[in-house]
């Protein structure tokens, strides 16, 4: 069994799917750190959009005015 190549995070990050004249050149530190994390929070976020629609968002929204700590300072009706 051979071992997972892990890369130089120093190296030139090189996508794929992309021509290579049209690419900005990242390193792989980058990559991972930015456009990884990036990609992971959208999708997240779609996630998030698609399992709460406007009405369950106003109504958490709503409820987030009522916490006794701040003694419903934020509560305007």
Do not use: G, W
């Amino acid at each position: 069994m051979s071992p997972i190549p892990f890369p130089n995070m120093d190296e030139t990050y090189c996508p794929k799917e992309r021509s290579k004249c049209r690419v900005k050149l990242h390193t792989f530190s980058n990559y991972f750190k930015v456009e990884l994390f990036n990609q992971v929070i959208d999708s997240q976020l779609q996630e998030l959009n698609d399992r709460f629609d406007n009405v369950n968002t106003s109504l958490i929204e709503c409820l987030s005015y009522l916490d006794p700590r701040e003694k419903f300072a934020s509560f305007n009706r």
